[in-house]
């Protein structure tokens, strides 16, 4: 089973850039998607980068061009590049994994990491 932990989270300006990570434990984990999600307060949880076992990506619209989701299966991480952030971006910043396919649904995932903070300013 993988267990996934975030890193990364702080601060940023509009415009300016952060870099998450997920590290997920477990044997198996060249064989889960990774998918980040992320939170604002009274808002639902949104999808926002997946990547699958063979290193396919999707990104929400609202994203491409701007995130860059990647995977370094020998360290069992995730990552997470996030440029020309928005204050509207702001929230927690979870990432989950379900094995092989990547689903935009969070209830389609039953591992989560305990989330990372991302603070935007304008």
């Known amino acids: 089973q993988v267990q996934p932990v975030e890193s990364g989270g702080g601060s940023a300006q509009a415009g300016g850039s952060l870099r998450l990570s997920c590290t997920a434990s477990?044997?198996?984990?060249?064989?889960?998607?990774i998918t980040w999600f992320r939170q604002a307060p009274g808002k639902e949880r949104e999808g926002v980068a997946t990547?699958?076992?063979?290193?396919?990506?999707t990104y929400a619209d609202l994203v491409k061009g701007r995130f860059t989701i990647s995977r370094d299966n020998a360290k069992k991480m995730v990552f997470l590049q996030m440029n020309s952030l928005k204050s509207e971006e702001a929230g927690t910043y979870s990432c989950?994994?379900?094995?092989?396919?990547?689903?935009?649904?969070?209830?389609?995932?039953?591992?989560w990491g305990q989330g990372t903070q991302v603070t935007v300013s304008s």
């Open positions: 989950a994994a379900r094995r092989y396919a990547c689903m935009w649904q969070p209830n389609a995932y039953g591992l």
């Open positions: 990547i699958d076992y063979d290193g396919m990506t």
């Open positions: 477990g044997y198996t984990y060249s064989t889960y998607c």
